[in-house]
């Protein structure tokens, strides 16, 4: 009754259906063999979190680099062994992607709590809603059930795991690759409320004049550029960090959306969200978000939830990993 209630409360609180088109995700999927499971991902992202204020975003980014990847499987978590490359080397990932320990924590408590029963990739689904709502966001319930992959996907991380210099025209291509839309595209994107760059991200974006750029009264905002030259010269200084969202670093608010209005977006594809589109449906999003974060965070639940369910392995498919980093042998 408890769960058929907060069925119905997230339907009309967030308006979605169930988030998997196949029905393989479920809520209250381990309710009987890890009643324990919510409280003890959340403790230690509590920690994780008051450690390092920084990885509430580095763990929602974990989800997103799984999930696009051969779908929400855990994929990214491995490591390299007998040939097989890790994702965590692709360009995307290495050098950028962090959390790992986090997740091996959590990992190792449940496997006290609850052997051989709770996938890798439910946990990076937990884990990030969790991650957002320590930070001021939205909650949502997590649809689970998920099963780990069997092997990684070099390659494939570095196709999907879009370019921080994609233009809006292929920021759209590889979401809807994915199975989401423009607005999932957008308010996704607004994940970059929180967390960092490298200079080596978004070095283009401050030297280049950008065709694209819609309004150009944008470059005379020097000072916010002035401020990024000098955290990030025109060679070397790679891993120099700069923060996504320079109002609220540490907010999970709609702050992203008002700055990309001001043409004050760190990444290339952040400020590309406001280039023309031909329908003009991503800018409509922006300024809908921009405007209203009660009908940001309802877009994000929904869409995170979506992103959440994509191509997940069935009953029959993968494992449930021992160890994040490993298949089982
Ligand atoms: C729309 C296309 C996207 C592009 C091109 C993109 C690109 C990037 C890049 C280049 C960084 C900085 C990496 C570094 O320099 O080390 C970053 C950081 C981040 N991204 Fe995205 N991203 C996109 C969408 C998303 C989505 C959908 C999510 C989550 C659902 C997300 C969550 C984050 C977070 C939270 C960070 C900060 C991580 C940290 O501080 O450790 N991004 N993204
Ligand atoms: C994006 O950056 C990559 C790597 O620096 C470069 O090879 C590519 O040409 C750039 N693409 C665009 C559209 O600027």
């Known amino acids: 009754m408890g769960v058929f209630l907060s069925v119905l409360l997230v339907l009309s609180l967030y308006g979605v259906g169930t988030p998997s ?3 393989a995700l479920v809520l209250g999927y381990y309710q009987e063999n890890c009643p324990l499971l919510e409280e003890i991902v959340r403790h230690s992202v509590e920690r994780a979190v008051y450690r390092d204020p920084r990885m509430a975003a580095s763990l929602l980014r974990l989800h997103f680099h799984d999930c696009f990847v051969m779908g929400c499987d855990a994929s990214v978590l491995l490591d390299s062994f007998d040939g097989m490359v890790s994702e965590k080397q692709a360009l995307p990932n290495l050098n950028s992607l962090r959390g790992f320990e986090v997740i091996d924590e959590i990992k190792y408590n449940l496997e006290e709590a609850c052997p051989y ?3 890798c990739a439910d946990i990076l689904a937990i884990v990030a809603r969790d991650a957002v709502e320590l930070r001021g966001g939205p909650r949502w319930e997590v649809w689970l059930g998920r099963r780990d ?3 990684a996907s070099f390659d494939g991380a570095n196709k999907f795991i879009p370019a921080p210099n994609s233009s809006l025209d292929t920021l759209i291509e590889n979401f809807r690759q994915q199975g989401l839309d423009e607005g999932d595209l957008v308010a996704l994107s607004g994940s970059h409320t929180m967390g960092k760059a490298r200079c080596l991200s978004f070095r283009q974006g401050i030297y280049e004049e950008s065709t694209e750029r819609r309004h150009d009264h944008f470059q005379r905002y020097t000072t916010f550029y002035d ?3 000098s955290i990030c010269p025109e060679t070397g200084s790679d891993d120099r960090l700069a923060p996504l969202d320079h109002v609220t670093p540490f907010e999970f608010d ?3 959306f008002l700055n990309i209005l ?7 594809s952040d400020n590309a969200l406001i280039n023309e589109d031909h329908e003009g449906v991503v800018l409509r999003h922006v300024w809908t978000y921009a405007a209203d974060s009660e009908s940001f965070y309802r877009a994000f639940a929904n869409s995170v939830m979506k992103m959440g369910s994509i191509n997940v392995l069935a009953e029959s498919e993968g494992e449930i990993r021992r160890k994040c980093r490993f298949i089982n042998t």
């Open 21 to 23: 088109g196949d029905g």
């Open 117 to 119: 029963t709770v996938s």
């Open 149 to 151: 992959s069997l092997k």
């Open 227 to 229: 401020i990024l030259r």
């Open 254 to 256: 709609n702050h992203y």
């Open 262 to 268: 001001r043409g004050r977006g760190l990444l290339p």
